[in-house]
């Protein structure tokens, strides 16, 4: 029987959007806190060159899953010839903010890493991870962290309050693509500070944009908040939401209550990724 290794969601727990960069991409500042809910990941050895997949997401083809692809990434900068299977039990709604993709791939890296003794220090491995897109590296970084860049620029942030959350999925999917290319959108916020977000500043500010272009999205808003849960945001790009709870009893009722077709989940956060060694450098 193998190893499950955990590839656990991230939420925003602020986003802004402070400029953009010459090639469009926009420049964020963001606090990513790791969540205990998580896809696990199963790797099993096979021939040289063989990399293949089972479960994981149906809609995704097992050579575009970013978890084969990390496989892939992994092998040919370290220039061994190896093989791998993966087989993934996801829980993780796709397009929803949480991360679940970029969790699996920086899992898969964290691991291979191991199992196949490539070497690569935390700092290379997250440089690999950047290659297949700007969320996995937090995961591969492993704590909470203040985040600028389009969010490559890390920074641990021990002293964030590991809160009861709930979270709900409004049963559609927000195009990040979209929303960062709305004409409406501000692109220009004054930059915060670390201070500022400890103090209790924790707005998304792709909020307004995604609860005008998807309603469903606001609607999940008005819910949560209506459900007496605190600082209620968007993570990511959407489409989840969610807010913070008394504790876990009170999270559970409240996700338990939701309606369909919208799903929710009574969530902790955890200051450092289940996978995070610290003896690794
Ligand atoms: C906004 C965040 C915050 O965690 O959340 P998610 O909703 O994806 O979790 C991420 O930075 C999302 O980064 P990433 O996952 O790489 O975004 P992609 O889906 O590849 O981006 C799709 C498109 O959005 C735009 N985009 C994305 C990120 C960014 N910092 N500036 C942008 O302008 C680009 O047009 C890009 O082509
Ligand atoms: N293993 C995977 N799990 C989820 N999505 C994947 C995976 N591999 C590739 N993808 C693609 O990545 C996209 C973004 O996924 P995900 O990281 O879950 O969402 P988000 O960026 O909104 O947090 C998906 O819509 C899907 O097309």
Request: glycine share 10%; aromatic share 8%.
């Amino acid at each position: 029987m193998s190893i499950s290794y955990p590839a656990p969601a991230k939420l925003n727990l602020m986003l802004r959007v402070v400029g953009q960069r010459p090639d469009g991409y926009h420049e964020l500042q963001t606090v990513f806190q790791f969540i205990d809910f998580a896809d696990q990941l199963q790797f099993s050895s096979r021939p040289a060159g063989q990399f293949s997949r089972s479960g994981g997401a149906a809609t995704v083809a097992e050579a575009d899953d970013l978890s084969i692809r990390a496989a892939r990434l992994l092998m040919e900068n370290a220039g061994i010839q190896e093989g791998v299977h993966i087989h993934i039990d996801k829980v993780l709604p796709l397009g929803g903010g949480i991360g679940g993709g970029s969790s699996d791939a920086a899992s898969t890296l964290i691991v291979l890493n191991r199992l196949w003794r490539t070497g690569f220090t935390r700092q290379e491995l997250m440089a690999l991870g950047t290659q297949l897109g700007a969320d996995v590296p937090v995961f591969i970084f492993g704590q909470s962290a203040w985040a600028e860049g389009i969010g490559e620029q890390l920074s641990a942030l021990a002293e964030v309050p590991e809160s009861h959350y709930v979270l709900v999925h409004p049963g559609i999917a927000v195009s990040t693509r979209e929303i960062f290319t709305a004409p409406e959108l501000t692109r220009q916020h004054p930059p915060s500070t670390i201070g500022a977000f400890l103090g209790g500043v924790m707005e998304n500010t792709l909020q307004s944009t995604v609860c005008a272009r998807y309603p469903e999205v606001e609607s999940a808003t008005q819910w949560l908040k209506s459900h007496g849960l605190r600082n209620v945001r968007l993570t990511g790009s959407g489409a989840c939401v969610f807010g913070v709870a008394e504790d876990a009893s009170s999270a559970r009722i409240i996700a338990g209550q939701v309606p369909l077709p919208w799903r929710s989940w009574a969530v902790k956060g955890c200051n450092r990724h289940p996978l995070f060694d610290p003896a690794e450098q």
